[in-house]
């Protein structure tokens, strides 16, 4: 039997929600199975899938050991340099000014190098993330820019700051403009454009059009012309990736 204690990052989620993360290994179907046959519990007592946690609260998990993670290599993160460009911290966030090249979380080349893993190296350091005292949450970003894309972006430091910036990135509370600058200087001086596209993971690339085609999608985009340079034909933009 193995016993969690709901800690402040844990609260507020679902039973499953919480398994999923803190259990990772529990196969989803033996997860319910085990949850009707109260097999794991809340308080000593039965709990449902809904069911939420609160701070405080003891979870039983009567289930074999095989399902826990003993694993007790170094963690990603402490192979990644913890050297960061913060133009912004306090106690629930940092917000990253992220440089071209670098990636935000580990893509299919493997690298621990990405903006995330830099993050956690810097919070282990200062002794404000301790992931053997964590059962669900690790500092999260709450927006992300491509590896040649630079520019801020938001890291949350507790599950708190993480449901309600992610909520305010759900709603539109929060604006995101780029700087781009064009080769060809735009007719309009502003304008808000639609087009569609499609990407093929297979061989990341992306096709785009005027008009709609199977299996594609909306992209909006508004733009303003900031600065131009007639003799080199090129402008600055500010742009709005309306759609992402």
Do not use: W
Request: aromatic share 6%; with cysteine.
């Amino acid at each position: 039997m193995r016993e969690f204690i709901i800690n402040q990052n844990d609260a507020g989620q679902r039973v499953d929600k919480f398994l999923t993360k803190a259990v990772p290994k529990l196969p989803k179907n033996l997860l319910y199975k085990y949850l009707r046959l109260k097999r794991i519990k809340v308080n000593g007592k039965r709990c449902e899938i809904s069911t939420r946690l609160a701070c405080g609260d003891v979870m039983q998990l009567y289930i074999n050991d095989e399902f826990f993670d003993t694993d007790s290599g170094k963690p990603a993160f402490l192979s990644a340099p913890s050297a960061l460009n913060i133009i912004y911290e306090d106690e629930n966030i940092i917000l990253c000014d992220k440089k071209c090249g670098l990636v935000v979380h580990e893509d299919e080349s493997g690298s621990a190098d990405t903006l995330i893993n830099r993050i956690q190296h810097y919070l282990y350091e200062k002794g404000e993330y301790r992931p053997e005292e964590e059962l669900s949450f690790a500092p999260a970003l709450c927006n992300r820019i491509d590896r040649n894309t630079g520019g801020i972006v938001i890291c949350a430091k507790n599950a708190e700051s993480l449901r309600v910036l992610n909520q305010k990135v759900k709603d539109r509370e929060l604006e995101k403009l780029y700087l781009c600058v064009t080769v060809g200087i735009p007719k309009e001086k502003s304008a808000r454009l639609t087009a569609y596209h499609q990407k093929d993971e297979g061989t990341k690339t992306v096709k785009v059009s005027d008009r709609k085609f199977a299996g594609s999608r909306t992209m909006i985009t508004s733009y303003r012309v900031l600065a131009e340079n007639k003799a080199d034909d090129l402008a600055l933009l500010e742009v709005d990736l309306v759609t992402g």
